[in-house]
């Protein structure tokens, strides 16, 4: 069973550019999660889809961050623009179901650096 | 305001011997807890986890410990092995497992030395 791929791996960008990343989760899980880790820290949820719909975004900066999942398969996170503080790796999950029980799958994540 | 607290940002212990990580939570709602192991470069894996109907599970070398009037968990590695050797996350969620919403603590480094 293929593994959640993300890409780009790294990306450096200046502040008040914008910039992408990309998640394709594992093969029928319904649930996906951006997160956000942040040196020396742990991760934060971002957003959570089931399916092709928001559960939970409360966590996102909804003035500079969006996210899809368009057919309820892959997912792009968008900055728009980025400051500095944005710095962090942005790590995508999936899990079949969406509950507590069930184990999230993590893809190896992208590291921003913002100049 | 951190609901999961790791407070030892690192631990180093001999192979061979028992490594322990500990995790306080705040939220008396949380219900599961889980622990996940992160090499460098790569995404947290899941290691193990714990409903709060239990006090204790086991997975070959890796037992957790669930303490719900102390609001407190810890992973126990026995015997620990130089592959240990990773960050360590404590992670909780609540509303009976009906949420995949995890809480995350800042992770504790361990490192078992040859």
């Known amino acids: 069973e293929a593994g959640v791929a993300q890409s780009p791996r790294y990306k450096i960008i200046e502040k008040r550019q914008s910039v992408a990343f990309w998640c394709n989760p594992i093969?029928?899980?319904?649930?996906l999660y951006w997160y956000q880790q942040i040196l020396g820290q742990g991760p934060k949820l971002l957003i959570q889809f089931q399916n092709n719909g928001v559960v939970d975004d409360s966590q996102l900066p909804k003035d500079r961050f969006s996210a899809e999942r368009l057919k309820g398969v892959d997912s792009t996170l968008k900055i728009q623009p980025a400051k500095l503080e944005d710095s962090a790796v942005y790590l995508c999950?999936?899990?079949?179901?969406?509950?507590?029980?069930?184990?999230?799958?993590f893809g190896p994540g992208t590291r921003l650096t913002v100049t | 305001d951190q609901q999961v607290k790791q407070n030892s940002p690192s631990l180093s212990v001999q192979e061979g011997r028992i490594s322990i990580l500990n995790c306080d939570y705040t939220?008396?709602?949380?219900?599961?807890f889980l622990w996940y192991k992160k090499y460098p470069a790569e995404g947290p894996t899941f290691l193990i986890s714990i409903s709060s109907i239990k006090d204790k599970n086991e997975d070959g070398r890796f037992t957790v410990f669930l303490n719900k009037s102390a609001k407190h968990l810890s992973l126990h590695i026995v015997p620990s092995q130089p592959g240990d050797s990773a960050v360590y996350f404590c992670a909780a969620s609540e509303g009976g497992g009906s949420q995949g919403n995890l809480i995350f603590g800042k992770g504790t480094k361990l490192s078992v030395k040859p």
């Open positions: 093969s029928g899980h319904a649930t």
């Open positions: 939220n008396s709602m949380f219900d599961y």
């Open positions: 999950a999936s899990s079949r179901r969406g509950l507590g029980l069930d184990e999230q799958y």
